[in-house]
């Protein structure tokens, strides 16, 4: 398995669907003890995996080997890695949808039971911070307690899970619910499923979503 090439064809998927766009966003994957993060500043569409970054999850500062210094966005994909051990990947997109509800700041409530895969019964937003700092790290970091994802203010999302095919799925399914939220707005709001009904769905989808080699359950 070649992380490295696996991470280029992610971030090729990401701009090809819409996801993505130009150099914004950022994907990360466990290797060990390190993490393999995209560079900063390199457009998709030349991306390669020489290109990569490697840095030391359990290091407190930012030094890292390779060609091209990590993303700027290297401190918040560290810390998640770092504080959550079922975590191996993790992806951070300006998907449009997503976009816009971080912008209006408004947290996705339970209005389609996919919601489940997240964790639980909405998806947090993340307090507004500067990019690349401690302090929008630290943000993340608590709106993504119990949960697989969620969106930045003003910023964007991000997702987590147990390997990049399934994390991979998650930024679709965020991207998805964030566009549905966002019509259900526009015709003056929708019926949100209770907890116990999340719950419930959570039960089922123990087995259920994309799995590591690639089938959908």
């Not at 039960?203 to 799995?211: H, K, N």
Request: some cysteine; hydrophobic content about 40%.
């Amino acid at each position: 398995m070649d992380t490295c090439a696996d991470i280029v064809v992610a971030c090729k998927k990401l701009e090809s669907t819409g996801l993505n766009r130009g150099a914004s966003g950022n994907v990360s994957v466990r290797d060990g003890d390190w993490m393999i993060i995209t560079p900063s500043g390199v457009p998709y569409d030349i991306l390669d995996g020489s290109m990569m970054a490697r840095m030391r999850i359990n290091a407190d500062g930012g030094d890292w080997e390779g060609s091209h210094k990590p993303s700027s966005e290297w401190r918040f994909h560290r810390d998640i890695l770092r504080n959550r051990p079922d975590v191996n990947a993790v992806v951070h997109t300006h998907a449009p949808f997503s976009t816009v509800m971080s912008i209006a700041r408004k947290p996705i409530p339970a209005i389609h039971y996919m919601i489940a895969a997240f964790g639980g019964p909405d998806i947090r937003v993340a307090d507004y911070a500067l990019y690349g700092t401690a302090e929008l790290s630290q943000n993340i970091i608590r709106a993504m307690q119990g949960r697989n994802g969620c969106l930045m203010a003003n910023h964007g999302m991000v997702v987590a899970g147990k390997d990049l095919t399934r994390t991979m799925w998650l930024a679709g399914e965020l991207e998805a619910l964030a566009n549905q939220y966002f019509h259900v707005l526009a015709i003056g709001g929708g019926h949100i499923l209770t907890d116990s009904q999340i719950e419930e769905t959570a039960r089922g989808f123990e087995s259920y979503g994309v799995q590591s080699r690639g089938e959908a359950k």
